[in-house]
């Protein structure tokens, strides 16, 4: 008697684990036979459920309904699983464990029962997630708008995380959210804009891309300057306190020290910019009101609130037009004496530039000029001086292209004609500004004349002026020398001066 079992089934086929006891006698052949079942089939195709394409790469867990663990299959290019004649008769469990980006897991479990040799077919479906996409623009330029900050919620008002717009003023969320209801609501505005208040709704379809447009306001002010004097105004006689026409204003951006936008104070000394959007700006006074001087005072403004008027009063001091200047010699001399006049105090005390400013010398016939020598000034510039005769009533050029920052020794008496004698001397500068005096006096030798009579008395007249819009200054000095005797005292020798 022999034991016969077997111990390996062929491929597709249950293991038959009966042992059978076969008698085997002399010289006979003895047949044995062992049935075997065949193993049943599963196949599983995933496809798109808005394409219907197929899907590749979906893992899949299969056990049986008592718990026994088959394995883990994933989905090929075809988006198939084929488990062929690989599973005995039982009940199993399907269930889907992992999917590709942009699909929603199935969280359901498929149930099939496999009876021997059998084979069973599952299509499954996946529902592709759906996009989101928010735009945000500008309402007037119609330009997107980065660094806004948006929430998404989800249907039970439960938050979905917060996300900010790019450069091109778009948030995208590409197939990660599954169909249904949304709301959208913006949690922080980019500077200079108004925020929008409230939620808005979205229902999203599976599959599809969701666009929700934004608009923001962007916010807008204007900045008012009110332009007043301080202290009367002795040219044009308005009081202190008036308000001032005529003040032309420029407004910068901060940030970028471009200018933005220029305006003019009107009659009640108002000027108001037009719509300036949110920012910084900085407000420079840039022409003053006739015989007003200029504010150089730089003012920092700040627009924050839509529809603002930000209010700024800027006040001028009233022009003062003046300028200084004295001549000084000796009190008393003799005919034929040499004296030297001294130039001091020479100034512009104006609180503006002048133009046209001049040093007029008028000199008195009881002398003759010799020798001048110009002294310096404390700001640089080139200048002329003319000259009067007595022969001659039109000022011409004594010397031209003179700098203030030199000291030059002029002969007066060169070029002159027999019995002419220089009666007039004059400083010309095309304009000098706030401060201007002289640094080295200026002065100059002269010979009282022979034929001066005793207490004779002789002036000399300064005159320093120059001009301001319309508006002319001079102040003048006089002084005066008496003749105390006819017999003169000078050797015929000027003094050392030194240069």
Partial sequence: MVCSTEIQAPAGYTLNSNVQNVEVKTDKYTQVVFENDKLGSIRLKKIDYVTRKPIANVKFKVTKENGENIGEFVTDKWGEINLVNKLEPATYLIEEIAVPTGYALDKGVRKVNIGIGGEVMVEWENYPLASLQIIKTDERTKKPISGVEFELLNSQKQSMGKFTTDK?????????LAQGTYYIKETKAKDGYIPNDGEKMVELKWGKTTKVEFVNTPIFGQIEIHKIGVENNQVTGQLDGENLQGAEFTVYDKATNKEVTRVTTNFNGIARTGELPYGDYIVKETKAPAYYVLNENEFEVSIKENGEVVKLEVENK?????????????KETKAGDTIRYDFNNLQNL??????????????????????????TFNQNMSYRIVYKTNKNSE?????????????????????LQKDEYI????????SVGVGFREVEKPFLYAKVNTNVKKNEQFTNILTVGGKYDMQTVKHEDKFTTTVISTTPTFDGKLPKTGY
Avoid: C, M
């Fill in 395 to 415: 000022f011409k050029v004594l010397q031209d292209n003179l700098f203030t920052d030199r000291v030059y020794e002029i002969d007066l008496t060169k070029g």
């Fill in 168 to 176: 091109d003023g778009r948030i995208y969320l590409e197939s990660k």
């Fill in 318 to 330: 009233s022009v003062d037009l003046k300028t200084g200047g004295e001549k000084s010699t000796v």
């Fill in 423 to 430: 009666t007039d001397l004059k400083y010309e500068f095309d």
């Fill in 350 to 375: 104006s609180t503006v530039p002048l133009k046209d400013f001049y040093i007029h010398d008028s000199l008195p016939s009881a002398i003759t000029v010799q020798r001048l020598f110009t002294g």
